[in-house]
Each structure stands twice: as C-alpha cells, then as structure tokens.
C-alpha cells in the first residue's frame, strides 16, 4: 500500500478533522447563538462527512454548548421590540426550530403582541389615519413588520394608541 493510504494516517487525519471542525463551531458559537440547523449549514462548508458533522452537534447539545431553546430565547429577545409574532416564528420555523419550542415562543409573544405593535407604531406615526391612504400605508407597514390583522385592527381603531404610554 502507499503511504497516504496506511491507516495510522487517515485515523490521525480524520482526528485532525474532527478538532478543526470543533474548533470552527465554537468559534462560531462564542459570537452568537445558532440553531442546529443553521450551525449545520454554516460547518457543512468546511466538511463532506456528514455522520461527523452530526457527531459534533450531538456532542456539542449533550455538552450545553448547543441548544435550539437558548437560540429561540436570543432570537426572540432581539427581534420583538421591532416585528411581530408572526414574523418571528417564521424566521424561526426557516432556521429548524422544533414545534415544541415555536409553541412556547408563539404563547410568550402573543401575551405582548398589541404593545409591541403599538410602540412599533408610534415610533413611525404620529396621528391615527385620517382617510383611507393612510390607513392603508398605516397596515401595510404593521404588516410588513409581522402583526396579524387583529391586531392592526384594534391598534388603528383605538384613540388608545396615542394616549397610553408604554
């Protein structure tokens, strides 16, 4: 046999692998949370064995190190005061969250949803709409950001919105 192929060498480089690969994830995980899809997606790059990739990410969620739950709490802790519930568990659906945890962050942010929308209004508006334009500019902005309709309803219907404070 020749001697790249001896088997002493592909163990130790197959070692090397696993500790460069290691190395990358938390390197990538000291700077911020990741889920484990999207840590898979990011490290998918740097290898082509996909059994030592899930090896790494099941020792790095058995070491704490890796967890969807922490992912969804940062994610949702960064995102609420500017967008809205459904925006939100979309993002967090496209990056592999289990339904379980989308089911605990759907009940946390539909319990602030209406003040979320209001601060995220006043920020932008002024006055409640005067005529239909505005209205329509007023809902199409509160639904770009991920506030579902009831919730844009009630906001623009009540002289609330501009006498509370947060």
């Given at each position: 046999m020749a001697w790249p192929y001896h088997?002493?060498?592909?163990?130790?480089?197959?070692?090397?692998?696993?500790?460069?690969?290691?190395?990358q994830a938390l390197r990538a995980l000291s700077r911020r949370e990741y889920s484990r899809q999207e840590?898979?997606?990011?490290?998918t790059t740097d290898t082509t064995d996909?059994?030592?990739l899930q090896t790494l990410l099941n020792d790095l969620e058995s070491e704490g190190l890796l967890s969807d739950a922490?992912?969804?709490e940062a994610l949702v802790?960064?995102?609420?005061?500017?967008?809205?519930?459904?925006?939100?568990?979309?993002?967090?659906r496209t990056k592999g969250i289990a339904e379980s945890?989308?089911?605990?962050?759907?009940?946390?942010?539909?319990?602030?949803?209406?003040?979320?929308?209001?601060q995220v209004w006043q920020k932008k508006f002024t006055a409640l709409p005067k005529n239909t334009v505005d209205q329509a500019r007023q809902w199409r902005y509160l639904w770009s950001?991920?506030?579902?309709?009831?919730?844009?309803?009630?906001?623009?219907?009540?002289?609330?919105?501009?006498?509370?404070?947060?």
């Open positions: 088997p002493m060498i592909q163990s130790a480089k197959s070692s090397d692998d696993v500790a460069t690969l290691r190395e840590l898979a997606q990011k490290l996909n059994s030592l922490r992912y969804v802790h960064v995102r609420q005061p500017r967008y809205g519930r459904q925006k939100i568990l979309h993002e967090l945890l989308l089911l605990d962050a759907d009940a946390a942010l539909r319990d602030t949803e209406y003040e979320r929308a209001r950001r991920g506030f579902d309709a009831d919730t844009i309803k009630r906001l623009l219907r009540s002289d609330l919105a501009l006498t509370d404070e947060v």
